[in-house]
């Protein structure tokens, strides 16, 4: 069974920015595409980016492209999410999934705030 732990999170103020982990263990994380979600209060959980197993093909949502990268380091069976530009309205819980495997992550807070 798949692992995954989120770590990064934070509280930051408005313009600021965050790097968010995702550790991945007890899969060929190599192998699999991963995503990044989030999900505010009283929100529906949505898909931030996702990443092939290799990193090439990348996809953002339209809220966040331009302002959010997301890489992956096969090496360390880690991916990343690097979060500039922060608004208030990105404040929620963010979580690693593997859609293919549908494994989650507990998730981090994210609060972006003066």
């Known amino acids: 069974q798949g692992q995954l732990v989120e770590s990064g999170g934070g509280l930051v103020q408005p313009g600021g920015s965050l790097t968010l982990s995702c550790a991945a263990s007890?899969?060929?994380?190599?192998?699999?595409?991963m995503s990044w979600y989030r999900q505010a209060p009283g929100k529906e959980r949505e898909l931030v980016a996702n990443i092939g197993p290799a990193g090439g093909v990348v996809n953002y949502a339209n809220s966040v492209k331009g302002r959010f990268t997301i890489s992956r380091d096969n090496a360390k069976n880690t991916v990343y999410l690097q979060m500039n530009s922060l608004k208030p309205e990105d404040t929620a819980v963010y979580l690693c999934?593997?859609?293919?495997?549908?494994?989650w992550g507990q998730g981090t807070q994210v609060t972006v705030s003066s």
């Open positions: 007890g899969f060929t994380f190599s192998a699999f595409t």
């Open positions: 999934h593997t859609p293919s495997r549908n494994y």
